[in-house]
């Protein structure tokens, strides 16, 4: 165990070393969090020119799950927290926050940008070790850009269904999974986007390779999955442009209408080409009820009964 300010970092599962990087980035970003206040956080984005430095620490992020139901009275499991995008406003919407996070540096990055925060604890190590040793049920589990990671956190041939199951094992009964993850069929990727994670050029909807490490999925299947899993309700909704950098999320009683989505062409991770007009073909989508099979990312609360 070590404090960092009021935060809490059990290292009790920590395997000793991180398994995974970005690099000598996350030494910039451990700096960042060690020396500048949050309030300092968009200059030094506007500064530094770094994807990295904009996806980590830009409070844009945090709308993905501001409109969610969580209360003051939830306790909230976050897995993968990374370094921490998410876990402060959870903090602030929720009584108290468990955060699992595989990487010590991106934990250290985490627990010192919310050291002021008496209301979360940063467990470090693998899910799948640190769940078997958690002691209560939680009121809000969230997987915001996890799930497509699965295989990486459960050693089983179908590790996607066994996370979803080993979740809802670890909610209260009227606890909600909060999920955000892109669309395979997106439209960015049919227009010349890279795919996120595989960073090749129709990856995803041409069908990811057996032993790849990640998988997204469609709005079908994820359905499915969650219905499987016991999740028997499930509402979908939209971030736009996608989960990561939200500017609107919207919803089936609420979709884009026409000339609505105009911010398409942006892609700071990776260069892209264009291969049509996704203003155009997104007035088409909308017209013809299609919109939500093809967004770029989704977001879904699913609860079982």
């Known amino acids: 165990m070590q404090k960092i300010g009021s935060i809490t970092i059990d290292d009790t599962y920590y395997p000793g070393k991180d398994l995974y990087s970005d690099g000598e980035i996350e030494d910039e970003m451990l700096d960042i969090a060690k020396n500048v206040p949050v309030s300092e956080y968009n200059r ?3 500064e530094r020119k770094s994807w990295a430095i904009l996806y980590h620490f830009s409070n844009v992020r945090e709308n993905i799950v501001q409109s969610m139901p969580i209360t003051k009275e ?6 993968g927290a990374g370094c921490g995008a998410i876990t402060g406003v959870l903090a602030r919407m929720a009584k108290n926050v468990d955060a699992v996070e595989l990487s010590m ?3 250290l990055i985490n627990a010192y940008r919310h050291q002021e925060a008496d209301n979360i604890t940063i467990k470090v190590g693998n899910f799948q070790e640190v769940e078997q040793h958690l002691e209560k049920k939680y009121d809000v589990i969230t997987l915001i850009g996890v799930f497509e990671y699965a295989c990486s956190y459960i050693n089983s041939e179908q590790p996607y269904a066994e996370f979803l199951e080993i979740i809802k ?4 009964k009227d606890g909600r999974l909060i999920l955000a993850i892109e669309n395979k069929f997106g439209l960015k990727y049919w227009a010349g986007c890279r795919e996120d994670h595989i960073a090749t050029f129709f990856g995803g909807i041409e069908g990811y390779a057996k032993d790849s490490y990640v998988r997204t999925f469609s709005k079908n299947e994820l ?7 016991g999740f028997s ?3 979908f909704y939209y971030p736009y442009p996608d989960y990561k950098l939200p500017e609107k999320i919207f919803s089936d009683e609420y979709l884009p209408h026409e000339n609505e989505l105009n911010v398409n062409h942006r892609n700071f991770d ?3 080409v264009r291969l049509f007009d996704e203003n155009k073909v997104y007035g088409e989508l909308i017209r013809a009820e299609m919109f939500p099979e ?12």
Not at 169 to 172: I, N, S
Not at 294 to 299: A, T, Y
């Open 270 to 272: 990776r260069n892209r």
């Open 74 to 79: 939830d306790s909230v499991l976050e897995i």
């Open 44 to 46: 030094v984005i506007a």
């Open 233 to 235: 309700e499930h509402t």
């Open 105 to 107: 540096k991106r934990s």
């Open 223 to 229: 359905a499915h999955m969650l219905e499987q899993a």
């Open 169 to 172: 094992k670890h909610l209260t």
């Open 294 to 305: 093809f967004s770029n990312s989704f977001l879904i609360v699913a609860k079982g009964v």
